[in-house]
C-alpha cells in the first residue's frame, strides 16, 4: 500500500497537479519583501521545486536561477511550464555529484519537500546544500511542525478547523481508520505524545494520498539539527508569514519556515 516518496512524485498525475499551482505561500512573500533588491545579487537553486511554482515568483528577481528535482516529471513539467527561459535540473538532494561546491548564494527547498526523507537521509541533505551554498550564503525551507496545535485535527471525525476532511465526506471513517492503520496505532493521540516525546518522526497524514509517511519535527529540533549540520539560524517565519520565533505563533500552523546561514 506505501511506496517510496520519488515514485509517488514521479508520476504525471503528481506533477501535473504541482504545475497547475500558481499561487506564493505568505512567508515567501515576508521572505521576498525582506530581502528585496538583496535578490539581484544572488545565484538561486530552487532545490524540490516540484512543477514550478515558485519560479515565476523568485527567477525573475535574482541573478541566476536552476530549478531541480529528483523527479524526471517534474522536470519535464517546469520546461513545459516556463520553456528554456531558466535552467531545470534532475538532481537528488542527497547527493548533488552534479553541483560544484560553493555555487549558489541562495538555496529553498519549499513546500516541506525535504520532510521527505528520514533522518539520516535529512542530514545527508543538509550537509550536501551547505556544500553547494557559498559562505554567507541563505537557506531557506519550511517543514512539518510537529506541535501544531491542530495536528490531532487531522485525525478526528469533528469538522474542527485543521481538519482535512469534513463530515459530510463519503469515505471519511474508512480514510482515518487506514491512517491508523498506516500509523500502526489505534489512539493518533498517543502516537502524536510518542513522537513529540522523541521531537520528530513520520506521520502518515493523507499527503501523497496517504501512501507515504511524511517527517513532522519540533522547532526545537529543527534547529538543533541545523546547527548540527553546521547551519546558524536567522530567523522562523509562521504559516501565515509572520517573521517571530514566539512557539505560541509558529504551533498555530502546520508548517514551519526556517531562514538560515
Ligand atoms: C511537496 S513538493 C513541493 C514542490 C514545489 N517546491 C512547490 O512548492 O510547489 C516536494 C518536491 O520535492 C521533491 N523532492 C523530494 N525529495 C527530493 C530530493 N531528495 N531531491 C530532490 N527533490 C526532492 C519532490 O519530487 C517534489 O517535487
Redesign the pocket.
Known amino acids: 500500500m506505501t511506496k517510496d516518496?520519488?515514485t509517488l512524485?514521479d508520476t504525471e498525475h503528481i506533477s501535473c497537479d504541482?504545475a497547475a499551482?500558481d499561487y506564493m505561500d505568505p512567508a515567501e512573500k515576508t521572505f521576498i519583501e525582506e530581502f528585496g533588491k538583496k535578490l539581484a545579487d544572488m545565484d538561486m537553486l530552487d532545490?524540490?521545486?516540484?512543477?514550478g511554482?515558485?519560479t515565476k515568483y523568485f527567477a525573475p528577481l535574482v541573478k541566476s536561477y536552476m530549478g531541480?528535482?529528483?523527479?524526471a516529471s517534474?522536470i519535464s513539467a517546469c520546461q513545459k511550464k516556463h520553456g528554456d527561459r531558466y535552467k531545470f535540473i534532475e538532481?537528488?538532494?542527497?547527493n548533488m555529484d552534479e553541483i560544484a561546491d560553493n555555487c549558489f548564494d541562495f538555496i529553498l527547498f519549499?513546500?516541506?519537500?525535504i520532510d521527505?526523507?528520514g533522518n539520516d537521509d535529512r542530514m545527508r541533505?543538509l550537509a550536501e546544500i551547505r556544500r553547494v551554498l557559498r559562505p554567507g550564503g541563505i537557506f531557506f525551507f519550511s517543514s512539518h511542525n510537529l506541535n501544531w496545535d491542530g495536528l490531532y485535527g487531522l485525525f478526528s471525525l469533528g469538522t474542527k478547523e485543521g481538519s482535512y476532511f469534513s463530515l459530510k465526506k463519503p469515505g471519511k471513517l474508512l480514510n482515518l481508520l487506514k491512517l491508523r492503520y498506516l500509523n500502526k496505532s489505534f489512539s493518533m493521540k498517543r502516537h502524536i505524545k510518542k513522537l513529540r516525546k522523541k521531537r520528530a518522526g513520520h506521520i502518515y497524514d493523507n499527503s501523497l494520498n496517504g501512501k507515504a509517511g511524511i517527517y513532522y519535527i519540533t522547532a526545537k529540533e529543527q534547529i538543533k539539527q541545523l546547527h548540527d549540520a553546521g547551519f546558524n539560524i536567522i530567523s522562523t517565519y509562521s504559516r501565515s508569514g509572520i517573521k517571530t520565533n514566539d512557539e505560541e505563533i509558529l504551533n498555530s500552523g502546520g508548517w514551519i519556515y526556517y531562514l538560515c546561514s
Open positions: 516518496h520519488k512524485y504541482y499551482r532545490m524540490g521545486v516540484g512543477g511554482r515558485t531541480a528535482d529528483y523527479a517534474m538532481c537528488d538532494a542527497r519549499s513546500y516541506n519537500g521527505s526523507f541533505a
